[in-house]
């Protein structure tokens, strides 16, 4: 037997009240191993208090040749910022 | 739309110039994956090799302290291994055909880990000096062009703070102790200084790679610029300690504004490059001693996760 | 406290240091040289765990004796027969089988041991071991994956988890045994009572082993000796290389 095992993309929620955001990826045999390894590799300067894991192959991505025609198109959308509206100065909070 | 390919290479070129990063599915010439996988794999080596001069010394570390300090280190060293290794795999090579290549002699990595730590000394002269060369070197990575790359190194950038100050401290203690330890400090400084100006590699006329690695930037200085910047922030951290850097020819140089140096024995660098230090077989064989004998569990592991799958799916259905 | 009683309590924290320090020098021999890196990393992780935990018990021992001595002359500066850890946690690196065996084997003592001592009346103990139990319910976790996967792997890692089983499990039944320190210090309620955590210990590990589709040894002599400073024939050799600075270079600072 010659298998490798699988790549996983780690995710790691720094503290309660924020996002889960990727890290990095290691190598696990399964998902329980994936989250012992990522708490062993990707913790241990307390950098986290919840973990998730996915194999990478399940992970879908844009194709980055699209990326004209995904992204560029919300670039003139100024309207969906707030200082696209023009409000008097006297008005502190809005 | 078809295009050709030197339109996608000056493209390329140009993204590179505007200071963008580069990201795994982004389109690249050919040569850039190859010299950055070349690259990549061989610094993740160079980490886990690296472990072995300074895992010599865990078992022996002089008190509680500086073991505990000592093993992070070393710990970090695989982390960063790790994190280097993910780094190329992204460019569509398997750790396993790295690992492979690093130990069948393939694969390089840095000559440094191929001299010998011979006393306790080593562990802060390593520190100090190895760890310190290869900060320059990594600073400089951090800004490289190729993301996953600049990311690991952010991250390696960040969790090495410590690696030189836990043997600049080590130093500094044996500085202040006995005779008998500032004797295996300077001794120490001796055997590891010329090895660690030839991490930053050949003189540039001799370093071919240069040119097309900064048009890339993935160097952004040259080997003798970096080696430079080395001497000249380590020579007062000699200073400071009471050691003489084993150097005649080490001077200060007031129009330079640098320090002026002797030459490296280009010769024993070579030899060391070749194959031909004094631990590189030994090095060689303990990486293949450590993988070979943990085929069976990494081979278990599998077949355990398999079955597992297995009896999931045959309890869902 | 009566000197008496201090002399005993000294002598329990080296009894629950010893271990902690032996098992954490063996697993940092492996530093380097573990099966894939994910797996360095956490063995590593275990090693700085326990060394932790020999620090905290020998900087409260150093107060206790009070006598000059530091943590590191207390962990380092023993004769062999001074040194109180079990025959189990000196047993060597064999194989990973043997690493993961012995781990697993300490780990579930070592969390019941812990999960007394967490109520002990030596307020310094408590705090050790409410720190401690923590990594060591960790410890016990990984352990006890790998314990599984292993032994219900391929038939070349049960057969390897199997020889280590059969050579470890004499080694257990030690850890129950109270010495006359441990006896004290459990009737003054400080320490933990031993022979009361066996029946249970023996339940959860056999029950893992069957799991992990293991055989339980039958009809072992165990063996016994560790904890009253006679060791097995490794123990010279884990000291050689724990003590040698302090012995070659003695009175220096570090």
């Known amino acids: ?94 | 739309m078809e295009k050709n390919i030197k339109d996608l290479e000056a493209e390329f070129q140009k993204r590179i110039d505007n200071g963008e990063n580069i990201e795994a599915k982004d389109w690249m010439p050919e040569k850039y994956r190859k010299t950055h996988i070349r690259q990549i794999s061989q610094h993740a080596h160079s980490e886990v090799v690296g472990m072995l001069p300074e895992g010599n010394w865990i078992s022996r570390a002089p008190s509680l302290r500086r073991k505990v300090a000592l093993l992070a280190k070393v710990q970090d060293e695989a982390g960063h291994g790790l994190y280097l290794y993910s780094a190329a795999e992204t460019l569509g090579i398997s750790r396993e055909e790295m690992i492979e290549q690093l130990n069948n002699g393939t694969a390089k990595y840095s000559s440094i880990f191929n001299y010998p730590s011979l006393t306790w000394a080593d562990m802060g002269a390593i520190g100090w000096l190895v760890d310190g060369a290869a900060i320059i070197n990594q600073v400089m990575l951090t800004k490289t062009s190729y993301g996953p790359y600049a990311r690991a190194m952010v991250r390696i950038c960040k969790e090495e703070s410590f690696h030189q100050r836990q043997g600049y401290e080590i130093m500094l203690t044996l500085c202040n102790g006995t005779e008998e330890q500032k004797a295996m400090a300077q001794d120490a400084l001796n055997r590891w200084w010329w090895p660690s100006l030839m991490m930053f590699g050949p003189r540039d006329e001799e370093s071919p790679n240069t040119e097309q690695s900064m048009k890339w930037k993935i160097k952004r200085k040259s080997n003798d610029e970096l080696r430079q910047q080395f001497i000249d922030q380590t020579v007062p951290q000699a200073d400071i300690l009471g050691l003489t850097v084993p150097d005649k020819d080490l001077k200060w140089n007031e129009d330079r504004g640098h320090y002026d140096f002797g030459e490296i024995d280009w010769e024993e660098f070579w030899n060391v490059v070749k194959g031909n230090g004094l631990c590189n077989r030994k090095r060689l064989k303990d990486r293949n001693a450590a993988w070979d004998n943990g085929k069976w569990v990494r081979d278990a592991a599998t077949a355990y996760a398999e079955r597992q799958a297995e009896k999931r799916v045959s309890k869902a259905s | ?254």
């Open chain 3, 1 to 254: 406290m009566s000197d008496i009683n201090k002399e005993a309590l000294y002598d329990y924290l080296l009894l629950l240091g010893d271990n902690s320090m032996i098992l954490g020098q063996r697993l940092g021999e492996l530093c380097g040289h573990g099966p894939e890196l994910e797996t360095d990393i956490a063995l590593t992780n275990i090693s700085l765990d326990l060394f932790g935990q020999v620090r905290n018990y020998f900087q409260y021992a150093a107060e206790v004796v009070a006598d000059g001595r530091t943590e590191d002359d207390i962990a380092m500066l023993r004769k062999e027969h001074e040194y109180k850890s079990s025959l189990l946690v000196e047993q060597p690196n064999t194989d990973f089988a043997y690493v993961i065996v012995r781990q697993n084997f300490f780990d579930h003592y070592h969390y019941m041991l812990l999960s007394k001592l967490v109520d002990s009346k030596d307020e310094q103990i408590v705090a050790v071991a409410k720190k401690s139990i923590k990594e060591v319910e960790y410890h016990l976790d990984f352990s006890s994956t790998w314990v599984k996967r292993l032994g219900d792997g391929t038939e070349e890692s049960r057969q390897r988890m199997q020889d280590a089983v059969n050579e470890l499990y004499r080694f257990t039944r030690e850890l129950f045994k109270p010495t006359e320190t441990e006896e004290r210090m459990a009737n003054l309620g400080i320490g933990a009572d031993l022979p009361s955590m066996e029946e249970d210990y023996y339940k959860q590990l056999h029950a893992l082993l069957e799991e992990a589709t293991l055989e339980v040894p039958q009809g072992e002599v165990f063996q016994y000796g560790g904890k009253e400073g006679r060791h097995s024939e490794y123990m010279g050799y884990i000291l050689t290389d724990f003590q040698f600075m302090q012995r070659a270079y003695p009175n220096m600072k570090w």
């Open chain 1, 1 to 94: 037997m010659n298998k490798e095992w699988p790549i996983w993309e780690i995710f790691i929620r720094s503290k309660n009240g924020l996002d889960h955001r990727h890290v990095g990826s290691l190598h696990a045999a399964d998902a329980e191993m994936a989250i012992q390894n990522a708490r062993d590799v990707y913790t241990r300067r307390q950098e986290g208090v919840s973990i998730w894991v996915v194999e990478s192959k399940h992970i879908t991505a844009s194709n980055p040749e699209k990326s004209g025609e995904y992204f560029e198109p919300a670039k003139d959308k100024v309207y969906r910022h707030p200082t696209f509206y023009k409000l008097p100065d006297e008005l502190k909070h809005m």
